[in-house]
């Protein structure tokens, strides 16, 4: 979705706009701008296409200014062009505008514009908010320091919907103004300097000090200050918090992608996700939550409630919890659950899975649960997350951060982070058994596991080139490889763009068997020495069809039958996820990269889905 970059300090604002720009790529977007305060006013420079496009504009490298703001846009109202491109203007080109988010009701808003004399230049929604400061900016007779605040205040308190706003104008040259609701945005400080983001990643090279901002929280911010104000205007004080990632970790450091980067830091994400929670004699801790038997023996349900790759985590999350601590447990999708009237009361608790912490759906589905009473529990990659400021209890996966698009490590520790949240639950009840210090010792040997499992998929490239052209691909799988069955199908979905369906093996002879003819390739995980032979029983099936196979397994199977077998570690069944999709991932990897693409950031796709 839309990026947001902002500079105000002692070097020229241009470059590290652009370098901000370049950072927040990944998010996904179709044009760029910046808009800087130079001597003789606002500058304005945008353009549809890459932040390539952008820094090649004439004039560019001339600009001065110190202060200045940047966006990507991702094409929400009207298409992609020039003229939809941000920063916006007003029409007297005394304020410039970047925006992230949706106005819901721009169409009113531009109606009383337009009645007020006001012209528009775009098709966005974001043009009425530059020319809604001015409408009131010029009814303030007070000329004092805090005009431009209350015209931006005042402007929006008019706005419905979510929104990451930066403001600048020609009247206050050594200011700029921020706010957000239901949007990303964070404040990176440092001496002299203030650095503007849609998330921590962009400018973590400048600092690791960060402001995190409540909704409708407004911010003047000078070169050496950052004053925080309500909605009413009130001063209001503010800590920073330092954030631990480290600049290295939002670079590729020699690894051609980061999707392939990330891939590889699964085991180091795991051990840190572990962290202390987790050791072989000691009971399990979760400083942040504080459940006691009474409240978990009194829940009639629990719901898991999120989006893609999180809600595939969630699956495995909710087998971990119903088989050890047998509370009934729903996954839902965070887009469904918000809009089907889920059953919700004091008895419920309510678990939200999001790497970023900012997906619009999953806050939505958030609040929906808290309005009905429910406690909420956040599980997030993102100390600060919008979702975290939301939620009842935030506990976080420590996978650092996550740039490619397509969600590699913060599922694996997602799916760790649940499993230890669901022994953590029957420490609690008291209902755990002597096989629970198998499950813990299993899962501190994951980080081992996964370099074993990297290790043994190093020639998945090659059956990669054999299929990289078909057309169709089918994942399969029985109990919890059903559940990674629909990871891998949705990984090579977003960075292949091969059609893929996941399903439970078994369904297979129930409908979809009539697609399977030559040129086809199945994909199927067998993890469950329970369930292996039924599994090959549908694997034969597909053979006899003609289809090419690969079989991720553990489990002692003919691997003549298929043409490619990927044999993995062995580990308990509750984890088995976690090394499973490994070979899937690299799979998916290894076809993109045949196919010429760029893995990182797929088409149509952005990292962070901040509207609905
Ligand atoms: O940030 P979130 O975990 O809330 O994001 C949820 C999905 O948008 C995300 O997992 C998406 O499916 C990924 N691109 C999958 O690789």
């Not at 009207?78 to 009701?105: T, Y």
């Not at 098709?123 to 431009?148: A, F």
């Not at 009842?392 to 951060?401: L, N, R």
């Amino acid at each position: 979705m839309c990026g947001i970059v902002g500079y105000i300090g002692t070097k020229k604002a241009t470059p590290i706009l652009i370098n901000g720009l370049l950072r927040l790529e990944y998010r996904g977007y179709d044009s760029a701008g910046i808009s800087t305060i130079e001597k003789d006013g606002l500058s304005i420079m945008k353009d549809k296409g890459r932040v390539k496009n952008l820094s090649n504009i004439p004039g560019i490298d001339d600009l001065e200014g110190t202060i200045g703001i940047a966006h990507t846009r991702w094409a929400t109202h009207g298409k992609p062009s020039k003229e939809n491109s941000h920063p916006h203007m007003d029409n007297s080109k005394s304020f410039s505008v970047v925006h992230n988010g949706i106005i819901e009701n721009y169409n009113e808003l531009r109606k009383f514009l337009g009645d007020n004399g006001y012209t528009f230049y775009s098709e966005t929604d974001t043009e009425v908010i530059p020319n809604l400061i001015h409408y009131y900016y010029s009814k303030d007779n007070n000329n004092d320091d805090e005009k431009l605040l209350r015209a931006v205040r005042s402007a929006v308190l008019d706005l419905k919907g979510s929104f990451a706003i930066e403001v600048i104008s020609k009247f206050d040259k050594d200011n700029m103004i921020v706010v957000r609701k239901d949007s990303p945005l964070v404040i990176g400080t440092c001496e002299d300097e203030n650095y503007i983001s849609s998330d921590i990643p962009a400018i973590l090279s400048f600092t690791r000090d960060f402001y995190l901002l409540n909704d409708l929280e407004f911010v003047v911010l000078s070169r050496n200050n950052a004053t925080f104000y309500d909605k009413d205007l009130n001063k209001i004080e503010k800590d920073t918090k330092t954030i631990e990632w480290n600049a290295s970790a939002a670079e590729k450091d020699g690894y051609e992608d980061y999707m392939l980067k990330e891939i590889h830091e699964q085991p180091t994400a795991i051990r840190e996700t572990i962290g202390s929670k987790l050791s072989e004699d000691a009971p399990i801790e979760f400083d942040e939550l504080n459940f006691n038997k009474e409240y978990l023996s009194s829940l009639n349900k629990i719901y898991i409630v999120a989006c893609g790759t999180a809600m595939h985590a969630g699956l495995a999350g909710k087998n971990a919890i119903e088989k050890l601590c047998k509370i009934p447990t729903e996954v839902d999708i965070a887009s469904e659950f918000r809009y089907r009237d889920p059953i919700i009361d004091d008895k419920t608790l309510c678990i939200f899975i999001s790497q970023s912490g900012e997906t619009a759906d999953t806050i939505a589905a958030l609040k929906l649960s808290k309005e009905k009473g429910a406690k909420t529990l956040a599980v997030t990659n993102v100390i600060g997350s919008s979702i975290t400021r939301e939620a009842d209890y935030s506990i976080y996966t420590h996978a650092g951060p996550e740039i490619a698009v397509a969600s590699t490590k913060a599922y694996t520790s997602q799916v760790v982070l649940l499993n230890v949240l669901a022994l953590y639950f029957t420490q609690i009840l008291g209902c755990g058994d002597a096989k629970l210090n198998d499950l813990k010792k299993d899962i501190l040997d994951l980080p081992r596991k996964i370099e074993e499992t990297l290790k043994v998929c190093e020639n998945i490239g090659e059956f990669a080139k054999e299929v990289y052209q078909e057309h169709d691909v089918f994942f399969l799988g029985r109990g919890i490889d059903e559940t990674v069955a629909k990871e891998g199908s949705l990984k090579l979905k977003e960075i292949s763009y091969i059609h893929s369906e996941s399903y439970a093996a078994g369904e297979l002879k129930h409908g979809p068997i009539a697609l399977i003819e030559a040129g086809i390739t199945v994909i199927s995980i067998m993890t469950d020495s329970k369930l292996v032979e039924k599994t090959v029983s549908n694997i034969q099936e597909v053979i006899t069809r003609g289809a090419k196979t690969l079989v991720i397994t553990n489990q002692k199977v003919d691997q003549k039958m298929f043409d490619k077998t990927i044999v993995i570690p062995d580990t308990n069944p509750f984890i088995s996820p976690i090394l499973s999709v490994v070979p899937l991932q690299l799979f998916a990897y290894y076809i993109a990269k045949e196919k010429g693409l760029d893995v990182d950031k797929p088409r149509n796709l952005a990292k962070s889905v901040t509207v609905e």
